[in-house]
C-alpha cells in the first residue's frame, strides 16, 4: 500500500495522471467509479485533460461502485445522475458503456448477480477510484461487511446516513435505508485501487486503513491483501498516523523512482 500525503488538489491531479495514463496505453481501459465529495477533484482534472486533447474516453467503459435503493429515475442524488453532471457530462465517455446498480429493480439479487456478470464480461476493472466513509465503509460496505462479499444489497448505518444527509440538504429522514453495493470480493478483483481521502473527519478511518488490523468492523482494512494499492490523503486525513510512519510515507513518495507512476 502506498500512502501519499499532499494537498487534495495535489492528489485528484495525481489520481488523474494514472488514469490518463491508462487510457493512453488502454483506450478499451475499465474505469471503476466513485460518486460523493472524495473523487470530485480527479473528475474536474480529467474533464480539464479531455478539454486539453490529453486524453479521450470514447473506447472505454466504467462501473459505478454502488446505488441506494428506492430513490427515483430522476432524483437528483440517485449515482447514475450523479456520475452524468460530475463527469460524464464533461468528456466522451459513452453512458452506454457506464454500468450501474438499478436500486428500483424488481429482482435485487439478479440484478446484483447481472453487474458481477458485466464486470467479468468486460475483462475486470483495470483502475478502481475509490472515497471512504468515516465508518471505515469501501463502497458501502459497512462495518460487519464478510470481506469475501460480492455485489448486494446492504443496509446503511445510522452515521452513514448522517454523514451522507448533506446531499438531500440536511434531512437524514430523505437518505435512503437501504443501497446495492459491490462486495469488498469485487473491488478486490479490480487490477488498480487509488482511494481518495480529505479532511480530519476521515483520519479515524484512514488510521484503521494503513495500521489497523484487517477486520470487518474497518472494512477498507481488507485492501491490506490488495498488491496495488494508492492511498491519497491529504494532511488532517492523515492526521492520526504514527509520526515515524508519516516520515517514511513522505521520504518514500520524494525519493521514488520516476519510472514508477503510481
Ligand atoms: C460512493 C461510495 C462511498 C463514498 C464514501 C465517502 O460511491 O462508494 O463509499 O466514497 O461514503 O463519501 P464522500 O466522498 O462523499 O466523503
Known sequence: MEVIIQEPHEGANLAADAIVELLNAKPDAVLGLATGSSPLGVYQALAARYRAGEVSFARASAFLLDEYVGLDADHPQ???NVIHRDLL??????PARVHTLDGLAEDIPGECARFEQAIVDAGGVDVQLLGIGTDGHIAFNEPGSSLASRTRIKT?????????????????????????????????????IILLAQSRAKSEAIYHLVEGPVSAMWPATALQHHPHVTVLVDEEAAGRLQLQLVEYFRRSYDTKPAWQGL
Open 89 to 94: 457530462d464533461h468528456v466522451d465517455l459513452d
Open 78 to 80: 440517485r449515482y447514475r
Open 156 to 192: 446503511l448505518t445510522a452515521q452513514t446516513r448522517r454523514d451522507n444527509a448533506r446531499f438531500f440538504a440536511g434531512d437524514e429522514s430523505q437518505v435512503p435505508t437501504h443501497c446495492l453495493t459491490q462486495g469488498l470480493a469485487t473491488i478486490m478483483a479490480a487490477r488498480h
